[in-house]
């Protein structure tokens, strides 16, 4: 039982260029949620999804798309990376209802971008 | 919008001192409070977990408290020890709505815990 786990641990891309990242858990979990983090801001919520096939803004959604195709995936694209998108990005999980009180996180991709 | 704040951003005691750290927030209508545990370079675990019709929850040597009209919670760590050096942040939950499940963090209380 592996949890959340994501997928690239570390990137470094630059101006313009895309990417993917991955996120999966094996929880069986409902809910799933993209949170970036950067100094003196806290997480912020970037998208979330409360079930395959659905996705929702968050609280920084521009620049940023999602998919979530299959339960146990969920995909933070950038489609043209901007240097003010270098953070460090964390995926999280929960069940649904009560169950979505406690959320599981992932151990985070660090994204540069030059 | 409701806003977290945690102060100080950093703090330094000596083993084995009991310690309280703060987190104060703007918008007293909320669902829950959690207070959660990161480590240099992990993800987020979370500790303890307070509903809105709780004053406080206990695990372990850690007791949190909720003090909701005042918006204020305090993280107590008893003894503490090397090991509790991390950074805490507490977050805080809305009214269930569907599909909003938003959390919205502090900024988080580095601690260190010198031997």
């Known amino acids: 039982n592996a949890g959340v786990t994501q997928t690239p641990k570390f990137r470094v891309l630059k101006t313009g260029q895309s990417m993917t990242l991955l996120c999966a858990q094996d929880?069986?979990?409902?809910?799933m949620y993209w949170y970036r983090q950067d100094p003196g801001m806290g997480l912020r919520l970037i998208h979330y999804?409360?079930?395959?096939?659905?996705?929702a803004k968050g609280e920084v959604p521009d620049g940023y798309n999602v998919s979530r195709l299959k339960k146990q995936n969920f995909l933070l694209g950038l489609e043209s990376a901007a240097p003010s998108q270098t953070s460090v990005y964390f995926c999280?999980?929960?069940?649904?209802?009560?169950?979505?009180?406690?959320?599981?996180f992932g151990p985070g991709t660090r994204l540069l971008v030059l | 919008k409701q806003e977290v704040t945690q102060i100080p951003a950093a703090l330094s005691v000596p083993e084995g001192e009991n310690l309280v750290l703060n987190c104060s927030f703007t918008?007293?209508?909320?669902?829950?409070l959690q207070w959660f545990r990161q480590d240099p370079g992990k993800g987020l675990t979370s500790l303890l977990l307070?509903?809105?019709?709780?004053r406080e929850q206990t695990s372990g040597r850690l007791n949190a408290s909720l003090d909701k009209s005042s918006g204020r919670s305090t993280l107590y760590i008893a003894a503490s020890q090397p090991g509790d050096s991390a950074t805490y942040l507490c977050?805080?939950?809305?009214?269930?709505?569907?599909?909003?499940?938003?959390?919205?963090f502090g900024t988080g209380t580095r601690l260190t815990i010198i031997p």
């Open positions: 307070i509903q809105s019709s709780q």
């Open positions: 999804s409360v079930g395959e096939g659905t996705t």
């Open positions: 999280a999980s929960s069940g649904s209802g009560r169950a979505s009180e406690t959320q599981y």
């Open positions: 929880m069986n979990h409902e809910y």
């Open positions: 977050a805080v939950r809305p009214f269930p709505n569907f599909g909003n499940e938003k959390l919205t």
């Open positions: 918008d007293s209508a909320i669902y829950n």
